[in-house]
């Protein structure tokens, strides 16, 4: 595998199911990012890890819980999701969060439908 | 706030023609970057191409430049010679210090034969 890997690519749940979307990513970066792309609206940036570190939370709501156990691999729990939160979850990294100029390299997204 | 507008709703070219993608941002930093990024319809983000405030040049990447105009703060991407995989959506991104990438709405294009 190379590059970022996110799995499932398609995943429909009910509101009151609980999941978990994962991203791998085989670059040697340290940042980790978590991105929500709903329809007609720019990315929405939601958190980053930085060396393991959460360093952003964008005032994503608590149904949303990310985790970082490694540099390598980013996880979302998801838990009583709304249907509002249907979108495209994108999982990027970089070499180091710090950094302004900061190339991100994005995974293929998982297709998240919550009925 | 940082503010990244694309208004072009939908973009056609016939292949192996140019094409440009507009972009504008209002910053008051006066440092920070731009980027282009394509997503074809399997929804990876691609990375095609970056631009600095402070750089002299415009950028570019083989069938990719970019046309920085600090003063009207705009970044437009050029695509030449159209080929049918170029057919996708087009985010236009842009970072300050704080290092957080702030995208606009995006523009579609459909290249056709």
């Known amino acids: 595998e190379t590059g970022v890997t996110q799995t499932p690519r398609h995943l429909v749940m009910g509101m009151t199911n609980k999941k978990s979307l994962k991203c791998e990513q085989h670059l040697g970066h340290n940042a980790m990012y978590w991105y929500k792309q709903s329809a007609k609206k720019p990315l929405e940036l939601m958190f980053v890890?930085?060396?393991?570190?959460?360093?952003e939370n964008n005032s994503v709501p608590s149904r949303f819980s990310p985790e970082c156990p490694n540099s390598s691999h980013l996880f979302l729990h998801l838990h009583t999701l709304q249907p509002e939160d249907s979108a495209l979850y994108l999982c990027?990294?970089?070499?180091?969060?710090?950094?302004?100029?900061?190339?991100?390299?994005f995974g293929p997204g998982t297709r998240l439908t919550v009925l | 706030a940082q503010k990244i507008t694309q208004t072009q709703p939908g973009m056609f070219v016939q292949e192996k023609e140019a094409v440009t993608l507009d972009c504008t941002y209002d910053t008051s930093d006066q440092s920070y970057g731009l980027f282009w990024y394509k997503q074809p319809s399997s929804g990876e983000m691609i990375f095609l191409i970056y631009?600095?405030?402070?750089?002299?040049q415009n950028a570019t990447e083989g069938r990719y430049s970019l046309n920085f105009q600090k003063a009207r703060k705009s970044a437009n991407l050029v695509i030449s010679a159209s080929q049918l995989g170029d057919s996708a959506m087009y985010f236009c991104a842009w970072v300050g210090t704080n290092s957080k990438l702030t995208f606009g709405k995006g523009i579609t294009l459909s290249v056709r034969p």
């Open positions: 631009q600095g405030s402070y750089d002299e």
């Open positions: 990027a990294s970089s070499q180091d969060g710090r950094l302004a100029y900061n190339e991100q390299f």
């Open positions: 890890y930085n060396f393991k570190e959460q360093t």
